[in-house]
C-alpha cells in the first residue's frame, strides 16, 4: 500500500452492488486515508450514502471514513459522521484526528448540557466512554474536569470512588468546584459529596471540610466538627482554634449566630473553658480587638497630607467633603480621629453644615471600624442628647452602622427605637435606615423588612433610597421572591428618582452570589424601559456572578455596553465587568482594552471604575498601562475615576513600584492645581485617602484563600461606586479594607512575643516616606552695588599686591572662590560616597515583631525562626491573618504582649495606661553658679 500513486482502483469498488465488495473497499480505504484524502474527498457522497444504508453491514467503518475526509477537509460534519461510527471510533487512540473528535465531543457535550439541551446518545456513549479510559488509566483529574464542566454527579462519586489518592482527588475536586462551577446548585451538590467523602477518609483536609460546611450552610455539623477536634488532645484543639479563626470573617451573621447556640447547647461535647474561647473566635469578640489593636498600634498616618490638602481647598465644598471622607479613609479603623478633634481644624470642621456635617459624624464610623466594644459609648454624643440636631443624629446612627457593620445583631433593638421615634427627621431616616442594614446584614430578619418597608411607604427620596439599600442588605443573598417582587412593584411605582436608585441596589445586593438563581431577575430588569432599573440589571449580574469569570455574562454585559441607549447604563455596565473578574484580574485588562478607548466618557469612567474594583491592592502593570492615559482625558469625570482606579490598584504596594512615587507626587498637584475642576480635585482627594487607607495598613482582598469570597467586600465596593450620585456612599469602602496583618496566638489566645523573619531587604516592603514639610525660602544676602570709582581703587590695590609678593614681602592673600569650590565639593563627593556605602550594605533581611504588618507579597518570604518555641500548628505556616501557635515547650513562663483598649480620646493611645514620671526634684547649688 505505500507504493500506491493513486487510490482510484480502490474506488471504483465502492459502485460494485455487491455489499461485500464495498466493505472490502472502506477497509483499504481507512488504510491509506491519511495519504490520500484529497482523491477519497471525490467520492464522500458514495461514502456517506453507504453510512447511512441501514442495511450495509459495515456502515459503521463508512462512517468513519467519511469522519476522517471530513477531518482533513476542516469540516465540522467529522464529529457527526465519527458519533455515527459507534465503536468504530477508538477513543484508545492516539491520533491527532482521535484527540480532536475527542475534544470537539467533549466540548459540544458541556455546552449542550449546560445549556439544558438534550443530548444524542451517540454523543453520549463517546463521552462514556471517554470518561471509562480516564477512569482505568487513573486519570481521575480529567474525568473529575469533563464531570465538571459537563455537570456529572454520577461521574465524580465514580472518581472518587474509584480514586486511589483520594486526599489529593478531593482536595483538586474541591479546588476546582469552588473556582470555576458557576451554576449555584450544581456547586451546593458537589460541595455536599465532597463533604461527606472527606468525613469519611481517615487524615482529611480540615480546611476545606470545613469551607464545605460554611458554603453549605451547616453550622451545626461545624459545631460538631470543632467538638470532635478539640476532643483529640492539644494539637488538633489548636487546630479547632484555627480553623474558627479563619471561618470567621468568611461566615455569614446567622450562620455565626446559630454556631455559637450549638455550642452552647452541646453540654458535654467539650469544656467549659474550650466552649468559651471558641464562642469568643465565633463572635468576633478575639478577632476585633486584635485588629483594632493593630491599626492603632501600628498607624503610619501622615498628618502633613491633610493638613497641606486643608489649606489649598479653601471654601470649595465639594474639595472640604472630600478632605472630610479621605481623613476617614486614612484612619479607617485606626481610632485616631485626631484631624476632627485638632484645635487648629475647629473652624475647618465646623463649617461642615447639613449634609456635610453628617458625613463628617458618620466618618467616625470609619475612623472607629470594628470598634464594636465601645460602639454605642463612641456615637452617645451624637445620638443620646436631649434634642440632637437631624444631621447629627443621622450621622451618628450612620457611625453606628459602620462600626458594627456585618457583626451588629446586637445593636438591632437601638436602631428600631430610634428610627421609631425619628420619623419626621429625614437625615436621621437615611442614616439609620443605612445602619441598621448595615447591623443586619444577611440576617434576613423579618422586623428589619418591616421597619424598613415601613420608611419606603412614606415615600421620602432621600429617606427611601437609604431604606431601599438596607433591604438588600438584611436580605443579602437569599435571593428571597417575595422581598424582590415588593422592591421590583414599588420600584415601578413610585416618582422619586433616588428611591428607584435605592432599591435598584436593594435588588442587586438580595441576588449576592446566587448566579443562574438570579437569571429570570435580572432578564425583567433589564427589559425595562426605565434606565435606573436596566442599570439594576447590570449591579444584579456583578452581584449575582461576582468572581466567577463566567463568559456568557461577559458576553451580555459586553453587549449592553455597546448597545444601551442610557450613559449611565453603559457605565454601569462597563463597572460590572470589575466585578466578575474579581477572582481573575489578569483576564480583565485584556477584555477593556478597546473600551478604555471608546468614544464614551462614560464607559471610559466605568472601565476605570472595573479595573480599579477587580485589580485593587494588585499593582498589575497591564491595568496600570490602561488606566494613566486617562488621568489626562479631556472628560473631567474620567479623570476622576481614572485618579480613584489608580489609587485602588496601587494601595499598599511598596515604594519600589515603578509608578507608586510618581502616582503620589501628581496628587498633591492637582489638588493645588485652583484651574482645575472641582470633581478632578475631589477625585484626588479622595485617591490620597485611598493610598493612605488604614494608616498604611489595608488592603482590598475581595478573594480571600480557599476561593472564599469575601462578602462584606463586595458590598462595599458596590456601594461605593454609587458615590457618583451621593457623596457619603463613600464610607461603605471601609468595608473592603482589611488589615495586612499577622498575628500569632497562643493555645490560650494570648500573644506572645516572637519575631518573624522576612527574608528581603528592608526597604522592600516598607512603609512608604512621610511627606516632607515644604522649606522655607532663605532670602539670601543683597547683593552690594559696586561704584566704578571703587572697582578702580580695588584693581590699584591689586596691582600694589602682586608688586610686592614678587618682591618677597608677606602679604596674606585670599583664598580664591575656586579654591574654596574645590574643597568643599571634595567633602560632598565624600559624604555621597559614604551614604552609598551605607545602603549598599542593606541586610538582606528584616526581623518583626508580632503583631507584624505583612502585605500579601510578602508573606511567601516570612518565616519563624526553627529555634523558636512557637512554630505554626498548619502545615501551610500562614493561612489566616490570626495564627494559631503550638508551644514546644508548655511548662515554661511566656512573656505575652498586653492589649491596651483604644480610647474614646480618638488618639489611637490608651486613655487608661499609666502616667508619666515625673521628672527629678531640682536642687540649686549655689557654689557651681561660678
Given at each position: 500500500m505505500v507504493d500506491l500513486s493513486s487510490v482510484g482502483g480502490i474506488l471504483s469498488l465502492l459502485a460494485e452492488p455487491e455489499p461485500e465488495v464495498q466493505g472490502f473497499a472502506i477497509e483499504k480505504l481507512l488504510d491509506v486515508v491519511k495519504d490520500f484524502w484529497a482523491e477519497i474527498a471525490q467520492s464522500l457522497e458514495l461514502i456517506e450514502q453507504l453510512s447511512e444504508d441501514s442495511t450495509f453491514e459495515q456502515r459503521n467503518k463508512a462512517a468513519l471514513l467519511a469522519a476522517q475526509v471530513h477531518f482533513y477537509l476542516d469540516s465540522p460534519d467529522s464529529l457527526r459522521f465519527a458519533l455515527e461510527a459507534g465503536t468504530e471510533f477508538n477513543v484508545q487512540g492516539d491520533s491527532l484526528f482521535v484527540n480532536t473528535i475527542i475534544g470537539k465531543a467533549i466540548d459540544t457535550y458541556t455546552a449542550s448540557t449546560q445549556a439544558g439541551k438534550t443530548v444524542s446518545p451517540n454523543l453520549l456513549k463517546v463521552v462514556n466512554r471517554m470518561v471509562e479510559r480516564c477512569l482505568d488509566d487513573g486519570e481521575f483529574e480529567q474525568a473529575i474536569g469533563i464531570a465538571l464542566e459537563s455537570r456529572r454527579l454520577d461521574i465524580v462519586k465514580e472518581a472518587l470512588e474509584r480514586a486511589t489518592n483520594k486526599s489529593s482527588v478531593i482536595?483538586?475536586?474541591?479546588?476546582?468546584?469552588?473556582?470555576?462551577?458557576?451554576?449555584?446548585?450544581?456547586?451546593?451538590?458537589?460541595?455536599?459529596?465532597?463533604?461527606?467523602?472527606?468525613?469519611?477518609?481517615?487524615?482529611?483536609?480540615?480546611?476545606?471540610?470545613?469551607?464545605?460546611?460554611?458554603?453549605?450552610?451547616?453550622?451545626?455539623?461545624?459545631?460538631?466538627?470543632?467538638?470532635?477536634?478539640?476532643?483529640?488532645?492539644?494539637?488538633?484543639?489548636?487546630?479547632?482554634?484555627?480553623?474558627?479563626?479563619?471561618?470567621?470573617?468568611?461566615?455569614?451573621?446567622?450562620?455565626?449566630?446559630?454556631?455559637?447556640?450549638?455550642?452552647?447547647?452541646?453540654?458535654?461535647?467539650?469544656e467549659q473553658s474550650e466552649a468559651t474561647r471558641l464562642i469568643s473566635i465565633l463572635s468576633g469578640k478575639v478577632s476585633q480587638q486584635l485588629y483594632v489593636e493593630f491599626l492603632s498600634r501600628n498607624n503610619h498616618t501622615d498628618p502633613l497630607i491633610l493638613s497641606t490638602t486643608k489649606g489649598v481647598v479653601g471654601n470649595n465644598s465639594v474639595l472640604r467633603d472630600g478632605t472630610v471622607l479621605a481623613n476617614g479613609l486614612m484612619c479607617a479603623g485606626t481610632t485616631s480621629d485626631v484631624f476632627l478633634r485638632d484645635e487648629k481644624n475647629k473652624d475647618f470642621v465646623r463649617a461642615a453644615t447639613d449634609w456635610s456635617k453628617f458625613s463628617v459624624v458618620?466618618?467616625?464610623?470609619?475612623?472607629?471600624?470594628?470598634?464594636?466594644?465601645?460602639?454605642?459609648?463612641?456615637?452617645?454624643?451624637?445620638?443620646?442628647?436631649?434634642?440632637?440636631?437631624d444631621y447629627e443624629l443621622g450621622g451618628g446612627l450612620y457611625a453606628l452602622g459602620l462600626i458594627c457593620a456585618n457583626q451588629g445583631t446586637d445593636q438591632i433593638g437601638f436602631l428600631l427605637n430610634q428610627l421609631q421615634e425619628t420619623r419626621t427627621k429625614e437625615p436621621a431616616q437615611h442614616g439609620g435606615a443605612l445602619a441598621l442594614g448595615l447591623a443586619a446584614m444577611g440576617t434576613a430578619s423579618a422586623e428589619v423588612e418591616s421597619e424598613l418597608t415601613t420608611i419606603l411607604n412614606l415615600n421620602s427620596a432621600v429617606a427611601g433610597e437609604a431604606a431601599g439599600i438596607a433591604l438588600g442588605l438584611n436580605q443579602l443573598g437569599t435571593a428571597n421572591a417575595k422581598t424582590l417582587d415588593d422592591m421590583l412593584s414599588f420600584a415601578r411605582a413610585t416618582r422619586h428618582e433616588k428611591i428607584i436608585r435605592g432599591l435598584s441596589l436593594g435588588m442587586a445586593l438580595t441576588l449576592f452570589n446566587r448566579q443562574e438563581q438570579a437569571d429570570a431577575t435580572i432578564d425583567d430588569l433589564l427589559s425595562d424601559k426605565d434606565p435606573i432599573l436596566r442599570m439594576s440589571g447590570c449591579h444584579s449580574i456583578a452581584m449575582a456572578y461576582a468572581a466567577t469569570g463566567e463568559n456568557r455574562v461577559v458576553r451580555r454585559l459586553l453587549h449592553i455596553v455597546v448597545s444601551d441607549a442610557s450613559d449611565d447604563v453603559r457605565r454601569t455596565a462597563s463597572t460590572a465587568l470589575g466585578f466578575i473578574y474579581m477572582r481573575t484580574p489578569e483576564h480583565l485588562p485584556n477584555v477593556l482594552r478597546l473600551l478604555c478607548e471608546s468614544f464614551s466618557p462614560h464607559v471610559r469612567a466605568g472601565c476605570c471604575m472595573a479595573l480599579g474594583i477587580a485589580c485593587a491592592s494588585t499593582g498589575m502593570s497591564s491595568a496600570i498601562a490602561l488606566v494613566e492615559p486617562l488621568i489626562k482625558d479631556p472628560i473631567r469625570y474620567v479623570r476622576q475615576a481614572a485618579l480613584i482606579s489608580m489609587a485602588l490598584i496601587l494601595l499598599q504596594q511598596p515604594n519600589s513600584?515603578?509608578?507608586?512615587?510618581?502616582?503620589?507626587?501628581?496628587?498633591?498637584?492637582?489638588?493645588?492645581?485652583?484651574?482645575?475642576?472641582?470633581?478632578?480635585?475631589?477625585?484626588?482627594?479622595?485617591?490620597?485617602?485611598?493610598?493612605?487607607?488604614?494608616?498604611?495598613?489595608?488592603?482590598?482582598?475581595?478573594?480571600?484563600?480557599?476561593?472564599?469570597?469575601?462578602?462584606?467586600?463586595?458590598?462595599?465596593?458596590?456601594?461605593?461606586?454609587?458615590?457618583?450620585?451621593?457623596?457619603?456612599?463613600?464610607?461603605f469602602l471601609s468595608l473592603a479594607l482589611q488589615p495586612t496583618a499577622l498575628?500569632?496566638?497562643?493555645?490560650?489566645?494570648?500573644?506572645?512575643?516572637?519575631?518573624?523573619?522576612?527574608?528581603?531587604?528592608?526597604?522592600?516592603?516598607?512603609?512608604?516616606?512621610?511627606?516632607?514639610?515644604?522649606?522655607?525660602?532663605?532670602?539670601?544676602?543683597?547683593?552690594?552695588?559696586?561704584?566704578?570709582?571703587?572697582?578702580?581703587?580695588?584693581?590699584?590695590?591689586?596691582?600694589?599686591?602682586?608688586?610686592?609678593?614678587?618682591?618677597?614681602?608677606?602679604?596674606?592673600?585670599?583664598?580664591?572662590?575656586?579654591?574654596a569650590d574645590d574643597v568643599f565639593g571634595d567633602k560632598e563627593d565624600d559624604e555621597s560616597q559614604e551614604k552609598k556605602e551605607e545602603e549598599a550594605v542593606e541586610p538582606d533581611f528584616d526581623t518583626l515583631a508580632n503583631p507584624a504588618r505583612v502585605v500579601k507579597d510578602q508573606l511567601a518570604v516570612i518565616e519563624i525562626p526553627d529555634e523558636c518555641r512557637y512554630q505554626p500548628v498548619t502545615k501551610d505556616k500562614f493561612v489566616s491573618d490570626i495564627v494559631v501557635l503550638a508551644d514546644s515547650t508548655p511548662g515554661e513562663e511566656e512573656e505575652l504582649i498586653a492589649l491596651e483598649e483604644p480610647s474614646d480620646a480618638g488618639d489611637g493611645s490608651s486613655a487608661d495606661g499609666p502616667e508619666p514620671t515625673p521628672p527629678p526634684p531640682f536642687e540649686f547649688n549655689e557654689a557651681l553658679e561660678d
Amino acid at each position: 500500500m505505500v507504493d500506491l500513486s493513486s487510490v482510484g482502483g480502490i474506488l471504483s469498488l465502492l459502485a460494485e452492488p455487491e455489499p461485500e465488495v464495498q466493505g472490502f473497499a472502506i477497509e483499504k480505504l481507512l488504510d491509506v486515508v491519511k495519504d490520500f484524502w484529497a482523491e477519497i474527498a471525490q467520492s464522500l457522497e458514495l461514502i456517506e450514502q453507504l453510512s447511512e444504508d441501514s442495511t450495509f453491514e459495515q456502515r459503521n467503518k463508512a462512517a468513519l471514513l467519511a469522519a476522517q475526509v471530513h477531518f482533513y477537509l476542516d469540516s465540522p460534519d467529522s464529529l457527526r459522521f465519527a458519533l455515527e461510527a459507534g465503536t468504530e471510533f477508538n477513543v484508545q487512540g492516539d491520533s491527532l484526528f482521535v484527540n480532536t473528535i475527542i475534544g470537539k465531543a467533549i466540548d459540544t457535550y458541556t455546552a449542550s448540557t449546560q445549556a439544558g439541551k438534550t443530548v444524542s446518545p451517540n454523543l453520549l456513549k463517546v463521552v462514556n466512554r471517554m470518561v471509562e479510559r480516564c477512569l482505568d488509566d487513573g486519570e481521575f483529574e480529567q474525568a473529575i474536569g469533563i464531570a465538571l464542566e459537563s455537570r456529572r454527579l454520577d461521574i465524580v462519586k465514580e472518581a472518587l470512588e474509584r480514586a486511589t489518592n483520594k486526599s489529593s482527588v478531593i482536595s483538586y475536586c474541591f479546588n476546582m468546584t469552588i473556582k470555576y462551577v458557576v451554576s449555584r446548585t450544581f456547586r451546593d451538590e458537589l460541595l455536599e459529596v465532597l463533604a461527606e467523602k472527606l468525613s469519611s477518609i481517615e487524615n482529611p483536609d480540615m480546611f476545606n471540610l470545613v469551607q464545605c460546611l460554611v458554603l453549605l450552610d451547616k453550622p451545626e455539623m461545624f459545631v460538631s466538627t470543632m467538638a470532635r477536634l478539640i476532643g483529640q488532645g492539644d494539637k488538633q484543639k489548636l487546630l479547632a482554634y484555627q480553623l474558627a479563626f479563619h471561618f470567621y470573617p468568611r461566615a455569614s451573621q446567622p450562620f455565626l449566630q446559630a454556631a455559637i447556640a450549638a455550642v452552647n447547647s452541646s453540654e458535654g461535647s467539650m469544656e467549659q473553658s474550650e466552649a468559651t474561647r471558641l464562642i469568643s473566635i465565633l463572635s468576633g469578640k478575639v478577632s476585633q480587638q486584635l485588629y483594632v489593636e493593630f491599626l492603632s498600634r501600628n498607624n503610619h498616618t501622615d498628618p502633613l497630607i491633610l493638613s497641606t490638602t486643608k489649606g489649598v481647598v479653601g471654601n470649595n465644598s465639594v474639595l472640604r467633603d472630600g478632605t472630610v471622607l479621605a481623613n476617614g479613609l486614612m484612619c479607617a479603623g485606626t481610632t485616631s480621629d485626631v484631624f476632627l478633634r485638632d484645635e487648629k481644624n475647629k473652624d475647618f470642621v465646623r463649617a461642615a453644615t447639613d449634609w456635610s456635617k453628617f458625613s463628617v459624624v458618620a466618618s467616625i464610623g470609619v475612623i472607629h471600624k470594628g470598634h464594636t466594644v465601645a460602639a454605642r459609648k463612641l456615637v452617645e454624643p451624637y445620638v443620646s442628647s436631649d434634642s440632637p440636631e437631624d444631621y447629627e443624629l443621622g450621622g451618628g446612627l450612620y457611625a453606628l452602622g459602620l462600626i458594627c457593620a456585618n457583626q451588629g445583631t446586637d445593636q438591632i433593638g437601638f436602631l428600631l427605637n430610634q428610627l421609631q421615634e425619628t420619623r419626621t427627621k429625614e437625615p436621621a431616616q437615611h442614616g439609620g435606615a443605612l445602619a441598621l442594614g448595615l447591623a443586619a446584614m444577611g440576617t434576613a430578619s423579618a422586623e428589619v423588612e418591616s421597619e424598613l418597608t415601613t420608611i419606603l411607604n412614606l415615600n421620602s427620596a432621600v429617606a427611601g433610597e437609604a431604606a431601599g439599600i438596607a433591604l438588600g442588605l438584611n436580605q443579602l443573598g437569599t435571593a428571597n421572591a417575595k422581598t424582590l417582587d415588593d422592591m421590583l412593584s414599588f420600584a415601578r411605582a413610585t416618582r422619586h428618582e433616588k428611591i428607584i436608585r435605592g432599591l435598584s441596589l436593594g435588588m442587586a445586593l438580595t441576588l449576592f452570589n446566587r448566579q443562574e438563581q438570579a437569571d429570570a431577575t435580572i432578564d425583567d430588569l433589564l427589559s425595562d424601559k426605565d434606565p435606573i432599573l436596566r442599570m439594576s440589571g447590570c449591579h444584579s449580574i456583578a452581584m449575582a456572578y461576582a468572581a466567577t469569570g463566567e463568559n456568557r455574562v461577559v458576553r451580555r454585559l459586553l453587549h449592553i455596553v455597546v448597545s444601551d441607549a442610557s450613559d449611565d447604563v453603559r457605565r454601569t455596565a462597563s463597572t460590572a465587568l470589575g466585578f466578575i473578574y474579581m477572582r481573575t484580574p489578569e483576564h480583565l485588562p485584556n477584555v477593556l482594552r478597546l473600551l478604555c478607548e471608546s468614544f464614551s466618557p462614560h464607559v471610559r469612567a466605568g472601565c476605570c471604575m472595573a479595573l480599579g474594583i477587580a485589580c485593587a491592592s494588585t499593582g498589575m502593570s497591564s491595568a496600570i498601562a490602561l488606566v494613566e492615559p486617562l488621568i489626562k482625558d479631556p472628560i473631567r469625570y474620567v479623570r476622576q475615576a481614572a485618579l480613584i482606579s489608580m489609587a485602588l490598584i496601587l494601595l499598599q504596594q511598596p515604594n519600589s513600584h515603578p509608578k507608586i512615587k510618581e502616582f503620589r507626587k501628581l496628587l498633591p498637584t492637582i489638588i493645588s492645581n485652583k484651574h482645575e475642576v472641582s470633581i478632578v480635585r475631589f477625585g484626588a482627594v479622595l485617591a490620597q485617602g485611598i493610598l493612605e487607607a488604614g494608616g498604611r495598613n489595608v488592603n482590598v482582598n475581595v478573594c480571600r484563600d480557599h476561593g472564599h469570597i469575601d462578602a462584606p467586600s463586595v458590598v462595599g465596593l458596590l456601594v461605593f461606586t454609587q458615590f457618583w450620585f451621593w457623596f457619603p456612599f463613600t464610607h461603605f469602602l471601609s468595608l473592603a479594607l482589611q488589615p495586612t496583618a499577622l498575628i500569632c496566638l497562643n493555645g490560650d489566645l494570648n500573644m506572645p512575643k516572637i519575631d518573624f523573619i522576612s527574608r528581603a531587604k528592608p526597604s522592600m516592603f516598607a512603609y512608604p516616606p512621610k511627606m516632607e514639610a515644604p522649606k522655607s525660602e532663605d532670602k539670601g544676602k543683597v547683593t552690594t552695588a559696586v561704584l566704578s570709582i571703587t572697582s578702580k581703587a580695588l584693581a590699584r590695590q591689586k596691582r600694589r599686591n602682586t608688586i610686592a609678593s614678587t618682591s618677597g614681602s608677606t602679604v596674606a592673600l585670599e583664598p580664591s572662590m575656586d579654591t574654596a569650590d574645590d574643597v568643599f565639593g571634595d567633602k560632598e563627593d565624600d559624604e555621597s560616597q559614604e551614604k552609598k556605602e551605607e545602603e549598599a550594605v542593606e541586610p538582606d533581611f528584616d526581623t518583626l515583631a508580632n503583631p507584624a504588618r505583612v502585605v500579601k507579597d510578602q508573606l511567601a518570604v516570612i518565616e519563624i525562626p526553627d529555634e523558636c518555641r512557637y512554630q505554626p500548628v498548619t502545615k501551610d505556616k500562614f493561612v489566616s491573618d490570626i495564627v494559631v501557635l503550638a508551644d514546644s515547650t508548655p511548662g515554661e513562663e511566656e512573656e505575652l504582649i498586653a492589649l491596651e483598649e483604644p480610647s474614646d480620646a480618638g488618639d489611637g493611645s490608651s486613655a487608661d495606661g499609666p502616667e508619666p514620671t515625673p521628672p527629678p526634684p531640682f536642687e540649686f547649688n549655689e557654689a557651681l553658679e561660678d
